[in-house]
């Protein structure tokens, strides 16, 4: 999913818990929602708040996210369901697939 200028994408698997509160905060502060979906809050939120809206998300989920700025990818994983990725290219498209170990931890990562 992107925002609607298609400079912030999100791949997501999970559940935000807590995204109607989120939805709310960013309706109040001009922001325009496109679905239903918790996804979409993630995209807003970090065009609002930039890396804090990770701090602010109450869920169990996995996400990759990227910016046209950032010409890149961003992995993160939940407390609950670590996971490391692999990226690389061929034919000049990048590939990201993430290979799942629940017995450690990694901190959001560039993979640009």
């Known amino acids: 999913?992107?925002?609607q200028e298609e400079s912030v994408w999100v791949v997501f698997n999970g559940e935000i818990y807590n995204f109607p509160e989120l939805k709310k905060?960013?309706?109040?502060?001009?922001?325009v929602f496109r679905t239903r979906c918790d996804t979409e809050v993630i995209v807003l939120g970090y065009k609002q708040w930039g890396d804090e809206v990770l701090n602010r998300l109450n869920g169990m989920f996995g996400l990759a996210f990227g910016t046209r700025a950032a010409?890149?990818?961003?992995?993160?994983?939940?407390r609950l369901e670590l996971s490391r990725s692999t990226s690389g290219s061929t034919r000049g498209e990048?590939?990201?697939?993430?290979?799942?170990?629940?017995?450690?931890?990694?901190?959001?990562?560039?993979?640009?």
Do not use: K, V
Not at 71 to 78: E, F, I, K, N, V
Not at 94 to 112: E, Q, V
């Open 1 to 3: 999913m992107s925002d």
């Open 25 to 31: 905060q960013l309706e109040a502060l001009g922001h």
């Open 71 to 78: 010409g890149g990818w961003w992995l993160l994983a939940t």
């Open 94 to 112: 990048s590939i990201l697939a993430p290979r799942f170990d629940r017995s450690s931890t990694l901190p959001a990562r560039n993979l640009g």
